[in-house]
């Protein structure tokens, strides 16, 4: 096609002002759909990048670019090509824009070795098949993860793909339909809408769609054939709430171009193009184009530059870069030597470039800063980087998040927001309808939506669990248990309503009792149903083939074994371990030495020959295990001590009391290891059997048993007459087992655990995770308890027959809390005593007699009782002691120690008085030096003279408060402050009445005379009142 007037003027004005009379001219084709937005926006940009890139530099070299109108049309897309080929002999072509078009003008190239730069993104051209092909845009295939990511986002399992019936919109369909079987979504369906449809056919089907289940649609379509679409689908109704739709680039890139009533249809539609940074270069060469783009189109209402313009801008700078490296000026440009003679068709008349297979690898290999970003070409194809989740709202569409290969969906740019928290990885959605919240993706209400099929087991071994009977007259399948009520409980709580049917399935062997659950997961994986309900055991295997619910009743692998006494001679050692007996009596030893010591002094109880006092040692501390004791401490110290160990025996005595009585009246098992009993039951066509097959060596153990009834057979007989030792099956089968048999039997603890009872979906059903959340609400609130006791009961004597054979002993770690604190009472009492003996003893622990004098001394006054030291009447002996340790203190030996030996003075008052104890020659000690000490004794005294006389008038209070005369009130108290209580005469050793009054002579020597009580003196006040 001739050149326009315009074109040819520009580019001698070009060549005048930016190029030198040196530089070599290089022509390249470029083919467009110059009739469309696309295409003139392409051929703006093109013309700006030549007219950028030879204004900064003097090159050798400059391309001249021939444009060529394809008319979207592949036969005048191949003609262009072979025209500029042929007769003005480019270099390298750029375009078409069209895959179509492209697939055979990359043919074309590849015969005469020409590169081909296309903006084509369909993956059906390959520039690995093609070594004359690179692709300057990303390929579509490269969003595919993008979308996928979308999907996986929402947790939506099923997806309806929607694709131009071309070969750019076919070429997707195979990585979509990859990408979301790794994110375990499914394609349910495929519709393709041809170019050429009318609407009536695109509205039939969009129909044909809305009445599927599935609400989730990706559209892969061109924005010609996508604008009629979508006003097809508002008109449908497809483009309210409940709906979701994701766009694929191109058309998200190409949403400027498309008019606003299309833009009014797709609101609330999610797609994803491909991002460019927003530099002040790119804001720079924006406003440059804008104004070159209406010059060169006035007629054409303003359109927005896009990535694809950016694309071919740095295209056209790596070509002319590329050019002017291999220096592709020379002449002939084509080599014909060898075509050969005759009628030659124009492919082989054109020959073979020179030049080509030097400039292809540069551009297949081509990296640069360009205003796209990272311009990066590698392998003939432009790398794809990160993406740009747009949303259309209003009259246009808005960036709520971003998707990288490594990063996954975040919100911002940068992609360090919020990772890995799913609520926050995008920004705000509206989606179709106006609304906020994500659509769930499916409508179980659909208007063809057929009744889910739920397949059940005829036969179970327990009614309580799945319990089917088919109504003979009517047909109707009744289905009734606990797994049947926490499944229809689960589908009634559904946001949404779901009609389902049961369908009843019998074993394929006759012959056999119960149903085979893999029989009826392989009918669930076959499609027969849509879900199965019965006391499924999850498993791995199984999970393959079907998606499973979260369980609804946690399980695992239990032994039931008949119920037997088991006796032993020293059962009652048992519930203890020997570490803890031994710690026991060790602290009941040390106890009672403690309380020994605090007592010695001062309770006659705790005194006598050693033998006596060993005994009382032992005696004290082991009668408090049954609190029998007799003997009264006095001593402020050992009540703390007894007080802290009482608690301590109480504690121990209740411990040892009820692990005992749980060891005698919880009867033992005769063994829990399957492995180790000689026969072992279990259900058939159950979980369990691969279970024991993989732990037991020896098969012929096992015994397959079909009901309930034929576990209690066979357990009552035992292995000795052709019964077995244990069944083996799971724990929710077993209760219901042991609560119709409670005293017989009883179950151990688990020998294998699993995942529990699950309900049973398709492969991929959105049903499945819906499911899941209303059991998890049943668990929370309790509804799930709440039919477990309609079906089970309370609990019935089965879960008091459940026990641990691993039960442990109480051990010393169990009570080492206890043993510390009566310890460290101990310790701190018995501390306590012995720092204030010393201090009472000083003068003896102070002197400068030998040791063996001050420990004989300080062993005496500990032996001697503490009321006789305040009084204490030396011996012969003593008194030795006594001047030897008052010569050593003194530093000379006295002359006489009257003191001592008259024995009317202590140690204490020898101290005091040392001239009456040894005469003259001494110095004497005033008064001034013990001042202080008869400041505290007075006051010491004084106040408890006050606390005396304070408890005194109010024990006699009645005296007081008596209408007697003053002089009577005087004689009254006198008479009660003379009188003496009542003593035990385990204090004192005597046998005195209460009535018995001790009075003090003139001599000051005590006797005794009989007197009246407190009661006798008030009837006598009473009398003489």
Not at 209 to 233: G, I, N, W
Not at 272 to 286: D, I, L
Not at 978 to 1000: A, F, N, W
């Amino acid at each position: 096609m001739p050149i326009s007037k315009l074109t040819f003027f520009t580019f001698l004005f070009l060549f005048d002002h930016f190029t030198n009379a040196a530089a070599a001219k290089v022509d390249v084709g470029i083919i467009l759909d110059l009739q469309t937005p696309l295409g003139k926006m392409f051929k703006t940009c093109i013309s700006m990048a030549i007219e950028d890139f030879y204004s900064k530099n003097t090159y050798k070299t400059m391309i001249v670019p021939h444009f060529r109108d394809s008319s979207s049309d592949i036969v005048s897309a191949a003609s262009a090509a072979i025209d500029l080929l042929k007769n003005t002999q480019v270099i390298a072509i750029f375009g078409p824009q069209a895959s179509i078009q492209a697939d055979f003008v990359i043919d074309i190239g590849d015969r005469v070795k020409v590169p081909i730069i296309s903006p084509a993104t369909s993956p059906s051209l390959s520039p690995q098949e093609s070594p004359f092909f690179i692709r300057s845009s990303w390929c579509s295939a490269s969003q595919a993860k993008a979308v996928a990511a979308i999907v996986n986002h929402f947790d939506w399992r099923e997806v309806v793909l929607v694709y131009e019936d071309t070969i750019y919109g076919i070429g997707l369909l195979p990585f979509l339909t990859e990408r979301f079987l790794e994110s375990n979504a499914l394609v349910s369906n495929m519709t393709a809408i041809s170019p050429s449809a009318d609407n009536d056919l695109i509205l039939e089907k969009l129909l044909e769609l809305r009445r599927m289940q599935t609400r989730v649609f990706v559209v892969h379509m061109l924005p010609p054939v996508a604008s009629r679409f979508f006003k097809m689908a508002r008109r449908a109704g497809m483009m309210g709430e409940g709906y979701a739709w994701i766009i694929a680039d191109a058309l998200t890139s190409l949403l400027d171009s498309v008019d606003s009533e299309t833009i009014e249809a797709m609101q609330g539609v999610v797609g994803v193009k491909a991002y460019f940074p927003r530099s002040s270069e790119v804001h720079n060469f924006t406003g440059r184009w804008r104004k070159r783009f209406r010059q060169d189109n006035p007629a054409l209402e303003t359109s927005e530059l896009n990535v694809f313009g950016l694309w071919a801008y740095d295209s056209i700078t790596a070509l002319a870069e590329s050019v002017e490296r291999v220096r592709a000026d020379a002449s002939p440009r084509f080599n014909k030597t060898a075509v050969g003679r005759g009628n030659l068709t124009d492919m082989e008349a054109i020959g073979v470039s020179n030049s080509g297979p030097r400039l292809a690898p540069l551009l297949r290999n081509f990296t640069s800063k360009g205003l796209s970003g990272d311009f990066m070409i590698k392998n003939g194809e432009l790398q794809a980087s990160v993406f740009e989740i747009m949303n259309v709202v209003g009259n246009g569409a808005n960036t709520v998040g971003f998707w990288r290969e490594n990063q996954g969906i975040s919100k911002r740019f940068k992609g360090d927001d919020d990772v890995g928290d799913i609520k926050h990885t995008l920004g705000a959605v509206v989606w179709p309808g106006q609304t906020s919240e994500a659509p769930r993706g499916w409508e179980a209400a659909a208007v063809n939506a057929r009744k889910l099929r739920v397949g059940v087991p005829m036969k179970c071994r327990a009614g309580q669990l799945v319990n089917v009977s088919i109504d003979e007259e009517t047909g109707k399948v009744n289905a009734s248990g606990f797994c049947i009520e926490m499944f229809e409980e689960a589908m009634r709580s559904l946001p949404y309503p779901v009609q389902f049917e049961y369908i009843p399935f019998k074993n394929a062997d006759q012959n056999s009792t119960i149903y085979n659950y893999d029989s009826l997961i392989q009918q669930l994986a076959l499609k027969r149903v849509d879900a199965v309900v019965a006391d499924i055991t999850m498993s791995a295997s199984r999970a393959q083939q079907v998606d499973f619910t979260i369980p609804y009743i946690e399980s695992g692998i239990s032994t039931v074994v008949l119920i037997k006494d088991k006796e032993n001679t020293w059962d009652f050692m048992a519930p203890l371990t020997r570490d803890l007996w031994i710690t026991i009596g060790g602290t009941f030893i040390f106890t009672g030495f403690v309380v020994w010591v605090l007592e010695h002094r001062l309770n006659e109880e705790f005194r006598g020959p050693p033998h006596k006092q060993i005994g009382m040692i032992f005696w004290f501390a082991f009668s408090t295990l049954t609190f029998s004791q007799r003997e009264r401490v006095k001593s402020n110290l050992s009540r703390f001590v007894v007080i802290v160990w009482l608690f301590v025996v109480l504690v121990l005595s209740t411990s040892y009391t009820a692990n005992l009585t749980s060891l005698r009246t919880v009867n033992q098992l005769a063994s829990t290891d399957y492995r180790n009993i000689t026969s072992v039951g279990f259900k058939e066509g159950s979980f369990v059997r691969a279970v024991l097959g993989a732990t037991l060596s020896d098969n012929s153990k096992l015994t397959v048993y079909t009901t309930f009834e034929e576990y209690d057979k066979g357990l009552s007989l035992g292995s000795s007459r052709g019964g077995v030792d244990a069944v083996v099956d799971n724990v929710p089968s077993l209760k219901v087992f042991l609560y119709k048999y409670c005293n017989k039997y009883t179950m151990s603890g688990l020998i294998h655990r699993n995942s529990g009872f699950g309900f049973a979906f398709q492969k991929g059903s959105p049903l499945a995770p819906d499911v899941s959340r209303e059991i998890l609400m049943m668990k929370e609130t309790g509804k799930r308890d709440q039919i477990s006791r309609k079906w089970f009961g309370e609990g019935g004597c089965s879960s008091n027959n459940t026990t641990d054979a691993d039960s442990r002993k109480l051990d010393v770690k169990n009570f080492s809390g206890l043993f510390y604190i009566t310890g460290l009472s101990s310790l701190s009492a018995l501390l306590i005593f012995l720092v204030t003996f010393l201090y009472d003893n000083r003068l003896v622990w102070s002197s400068d007699a030998s040791l063996k004098h001050k420990l004989l001394q300080l062993a005496q006054r500990f032996d001697h009782r503490e009321s006789d030291n305040e009084l204490l009447p030396f011996s012969k002996k003593s008194a030795v002691v006594c001047e030897e340790m008052v010569a050593a203190e003194m530093k000379s030996k006295p002359k006489s120690c009257i003191c001592c030996e008259q024995g009317k003075w202590s140690t204490i008052q020898l101290w005091f008085r040392p001239q009456a104890c040894y005469g003259d020659g001494l110095e004497s000690l005033d008064l001034d030096r013990f001042t202080g000490l008869f400041l505290i004794a007075g006051l010491s005294s004084s106040m408890a003279l006050a606390v005396f006389f304070s408890g005194f008038f109010y024990e006699n209070r009645h005296i007081l408060a008596s209408s007697a005369s003053v002089k009577k009130k005087l004689h009254s108290l006198a008479r009660a402050f003379v009188g003496r209580r009542s003593i035990h005469s385990e204090s004192e050793g005597l046998s005195q009445s209460p009535s018995i009054r001790t009075c003090c002579d003139e001599e000051g020597m005590f006797s005794q005379d009989e007197g009246l009580s407190t009661v006798d003196i008030e009837m006598q006040e009473a009398n003489n009142s």
